[in-house]
């Protein structure tokens, strides 16, 4: 599952010990997504120039190179060995992944915290940030790429064009976000969780990140509920902003908006229907249809 050709590769060194890592490669492949994504080079410089400077984080980057033929890029990370993805996790799962799902609400939340004073940062210029064209653009293709649906989801029309929907995540204040902080994109291994796929970081309203690891119907509500708490408490210790909820709500507004306006075969595609229901939902409880 990767838009970018990828491999672990075993080496031996000089004195006899074996090594793995995780290569990631370019070779002429892309995905924009309307500007939500980066590519290879823009994820090496979140980690040389986000995510190095965090002490302890893993997976490492080992290095980056340039082909000078082609001048497509490889992205060189330590290799998390006998790791499993916390959406994966099948052994001990009553247990563990609840465990996992917490641990990495808790450790987003902390990320938010500590770089929300460094989003004007010189060396992080090249961040992607989230604007009212970003949002509006998502509302509007979903809207296009649902016309066959309209009659059946009559309300869409309205709240796609309107700007009320994403107010609330401009006026939160910004941080940097990992973009798309799903269990598939943190690894487990042990007790501990690495955190992977920073292509899409950006400077945006955390509440996304939290919105996009408890989205779906597959986790239970005390999942939910624990990340929820979780990140409340390690974001804001002393007690979370009065409208975090409107926010959080806005954030899971957007994410169904992401995903339905990102290929028009994607929206009409019936496992993503209920995404329309969740979406009515979420509009109403900020009281927008």
């Not at 949002?135 to 009659?151: Q, S």
């Not at 950006?202 to 999942?223: C, F, Q, R, S, Y």
Request: charged residues 25%; glycine residues 6%.
């Amino acid at each position: 599952m990767s838009t970018f050709p990828n491999e672990i590769v075993t080496f031996q060194s000089p004195e006899g010990r074996n090594r793995r890592v995780f290569i990631k490669y370019q070779v002429g492949q892309g995905h924009d997504s309307y500007g939500h994504r980066g590519d290879i080079p823009y994820e090496i410089e979140v980690y040389q120039h986000l995510l190095q400077t965090l002490p302890g984080f893993r997976p490492r980057c080992l290095g980056a190179h340039a082909d000078p033929r082609t001048g497509d890029f490889a992205l060189f990370l330590e290799y998390v060995y006998r790791s499993v993805r916390v959406s994966d996790i099948v052994w001990k799962r009553a247990i563990r992944q609840p465990e996992a799902m917490t641990d990495a609400a808790r450790w987003i939340a902390k990320f938010h915290a500590a770089h929300e004073g460094r989003i004007n940062d010189p060396s992080l210029t090249f961040l992607k940030r989230y604007d009212e064209d970003y949002y509006r653009g998502w509302a509007r293709r979903t809207c296009e790429f649902a016309r066959p649906l309209h009659g059946r989801f009559p309300w869409l029309i309205e709240l796609s064009s309107s700007d009320e929907w994403f107010a609330p995540l401009l006026q939160e204040r910004p941080t940097i976000i990992h973009g798309e902080f799903y269990a598939k994109t943190v690894l487990l291994r042990n007790h501990r969780i690495f955190m992977v796929d920073w292509e899409s970081a950006a400077v945006a309203a955390g509440e996304i990140d939290l919105a996009a690891l408890t989205e779906g119907k597959h986790w239970p509500a005390n999942i939910v509920s624990s990340c929820e708490n979780a990140y409340l408490l390690a974001r804001w210790p002393e007690g979370a902003p009065s409208n975090f909820q409107r926010t959080f709500a806005a954030a899971r507004i957007y994410l169904h908006f992401r995903w339905l306006g990102e290929q028009p075969d994607w929206t009409i595609r019936e496992k993503n229907l209920s995404r329309f229901d969740h979406l009515h939902t979420a509009a109403k409880r900020l009281g927008l249809i």
